[in-house]
């Protein structure tokens, strides 16, 4: 499964759109990217998955450049509950997870 | 709750005695995953099972660790001879096969080996 390279940490106002990057140089035709974010104390959560296509649903959005390289998860308008890890993951369909160390998304009021 | 439930939350152990975590899944989930998560990182993949078949297991999983999953429902982690290097977040999590890009995951076994 390809890498991905993320931002150690990163701050937004409450209410601000969080733009989330998400770097994977190598991925491969049949990988898909998918997001999941842990809030502390507790297991991760799915956030949404493509492959091509954009995609949204009501958590976030998921933008993917037209090479496949890079992604941007946009959270619309965070808000302190959004505080958390956020996963940004290449794999396969059917195999495994595996993930990083994240980004640390700090939502400030 | 119809979640993913771990029990129990908290082991704490001294070094050298077996402990064994338990996992019951969302109820019609096929594909049960363990994961391991110390403090600052992201999970690691340990093994996961198709039902009852266990599919797949890490390179870190040592002959120290077992898992099973004996009628495809719920799943059991053992660790025998613990060791201090094991204290870590274990998580379990679930997933039906043909959508496992939706892992759900429990809150996980908190294990502290003194």
């Known amino acids: 499964d390809a890498k991905t390279t993320q931002p150690t940490s990163m701050d937004c106002a409450e209410g601000r759109a969080a733009n989330l990057p998400c770097n994977h140089s190598?991925?491969?035709?049949?990988?898909?990217v998918y997001w999941y974010r842990q809030i502390h104390s507790q297991g991760p959560q799915y956030i949404i998955h493509?492959?091509?296509n954009n995609e949204t649903n009501e958590m976030a959005s998921l933008i993917i450049t037209e090479d496949r390289k890079s992604s941007t998860l946009i959270l619309p308008h965070a808000t302190l509950r959004d505080t958390a890890v956020y996963y940004c993951?290449?794999?396969?369909?059917?195999?495994?997870?595996?993930f990083g160390a994240g980004t640390i998304l700090r939502v400030k009021s | 709750d119809t979640g993913v439930s771990q029990n129990p939350r908290h082991k704490i152990t001294k070094r050298g005695q077996n402990v064994t975590f338990r996992c019951d899944p969302i109820?019609?989930?096929?594909?049960l995953y363990w994961y391991r998560q110390t403090l600052g990182q992201g999970p690691e993949f340990l093994t996961y099972?198709?039902?009852?078949?266990?599919?797949?297991k890490s390179r870190l999983l040592s002959d120290r660790f077992s898992a099973e999953r004996p009628k495809g429902s719920f799943s059991t982690l053992e660790i025998q001879r613990t060791e201090q290097g094991d204290s870590a977040m274990y998580l379990c999590?679930?997933?039906?096969?043909?959508?496992?890009?939706?892992?759900?995951f429990g809150s996980g076994t908190q294990l502290s080996v003194l």
């Open positions: 999590a679930s997933s039906l096969a043909r959508d496992n890009e939706k892992l759900f």
């Open positions: 190598t991925i491969s035709g049949n990988e898909y």
């Open positions: 493509g492959l091509k």
């Open positions: 993951i290449v794999s396969g369909y059917g195999n495994k997870l595996v």
């Open positions: 109820s019609e989930h096929n594909r």
């Open positions: 099972f198709q039902n009852e078949a266990q599919l797949e």
